[in-house]
């Protein structure tokens, strides 16, 4: 009890933390250098763990063939080559405070916070399959054409207590603190980015798969591209699309790669989009890092 208590009291934050920006844009009052509700660095739109506010429904193999990262499990209802998953993410990312404004740009200090958890709906108790944590303190800068964003991020996964339950699978020990740093140019409304990350504290190394392997969880790679297109009158409405491609020293750099395109309504300064995101690759749950996993989704992605 204590435990699902905590994680309340830590959902419940994420949820002030994402709608408190909405409250302050009703009163109208002007952007100061405090919470400035300004940011320079767009959130990478086809990043599966980018924090953000959303509901999905997907469909994944992630069971087709089992991982390396712990003991075999057995999957104890629905089918294992296909499993329909309900997806939800509750974060975002709030600017703190705006160190430097120029007409081409500026730098703020920001906060970032999400957790994405998925839930096997095909499954009569509905099992919880797990949760990943992302914190992270970001500062983004812009000139111009030119951005940047280098943040020091904390991730943690947990497995479902439901889904550990009724397979026998057991919880690992992964996540820990990264350094990382994406820079991006913008051209005719399209935005390429690429960086990396050094994880200068793992509890990932600890795992007894990497252990066994001599391995180690240091460093990681992202690079990608995104843009929105508004082709009709209403400039309301506009397609968006993006594509991310990752990997990481503790998959042995195997790829992740993945594609996220829709429609995007703005009004005042909020947003609601939604997507159609394709995955294949290492799957981005932490609690399966070592297991190949492909997966279709629709996802309604809200931005207060």
Do not use: C, K
């Amino acid at each position: 009890m204590p435990i699902r208590l905590v994680a309340v009291s830590r959902l419940a934050a994420v949820v002030l933390f994402v709608i408190a920006p909405a409250a302050a844009h009703a009163q109208g009052a002007p952007s100061p250098a405090v919470l400035p509700g300004q940011r320079y660095f767009a959130s990478p739109l086809a990043d599966p763990v980018e924090p953000r506010f959303a509901i999905g429904l997907l469909v994944t193999d992630l069971f087709q063939a089992q991982g390396r990262e712990r003991s075999p499990f057995t999957v104890t209802a629905g089918d294992d080559t296909r499993d329909t998953q309900a997806a939800a993410a509750v974060g975002g990312t709030i600017p703190l405070l705006r160190l430097i404004q120029r007409p081409q740009g500026g730098i703020v200090i920001a906060a970032q916070a999400g957790v994405f958890a998925r839930f096997r709906v095909e499954v009569p108790s509905r099992d919880d399959l797990g949760q990943d944590w992302v914190v992270g303190m970001p500062i983004e800068a812009r000139w111009n054409d030119l951005s940047a964003r280098i943040r020091i991020v904390h991730r943690s996964a947990h497995l479902g207590d439901e889904f550990s339950a009724a397979s026998g699978a057991q919880r690992i020990e992964f996540g820990g603190e990264t350094l990382d740093l994406l820079a991006a140019v913008r051209r005719a409304g399209m935005r390429a980015y690429g960086g990396g990350g050094w994880i200068f504290h793992s509890n990932t190394d600890n795992t007894d798969v990497l252990v066994r392997e001599d391995r180690t969880d240091r460093f990681t790679l992202q690079a990608g591209a995104d843009g929105s297109w508004r082709p009709w009158p209403e400039q309301r409405l506009g397609v968006v699309a993006g594509v991310d491609w990752q990997a990481a020293e503790r998959t042995r750099w195997r790829s992740a790669l993945s594609l996220a395109a829709g429609l995007e309504y703005r009004y005042d300064g909020r947003s609601a989009q939604f997507l159609f995101r394709l995955l294949d690759g290492a799957s981005p749950m932490g609690q399966f890092f070592l297991t190949n996993e492909r997966y279709g989704s629709l996802e309604l992605v809200l931005a207060f």
